[in-house]
């Protein structure tokens, strides 16, 4: 399992991947807001989304996981 962890305090603005997705490294996983600007988090790794875990509409901090995916699938 990867943790893939917001990089700095925003919005969680809207998931692009869901749970079961199946991603490759680069892809962007969810949209997050801050200051106006567009932030994408992008996997880190290739795999299936086993969790988006930052709700949209919520505020994650620096270093919080908004999602999980699984390298073995």
């Known amino acids: 399992m990867f943790e893939v962890r917001a990089e700095m305090v925003a919005n969680v603005w809207k998931h692009v991947a869901h749970e079961g997705d199946r991603v490759a490294e680069g892809d962007v996983l969810a949209m997050l807001e801050s200051m106006k600007m567009?932030?994408?988090?992008?996997?880190?790794?290739?795999?299936?989304?086993?969790?988006?875990?930052?709700?949209?509409?919520?505020?994650?901090?620096?270093?919080?996981?908004?999602?999980?995916?699984?390298?073995?699938?």
């Open 38 to 73: 567009e932030i994408p988090v992008l996997a880190d790794v290739a795999g299936r989304v086993t969790a988006m875990t930052a709700p949209e509409g919520t505020v994650v901090q620096e270093g919080d996981v908004v999602a999980v995916i699984d390298e073995a699938l």
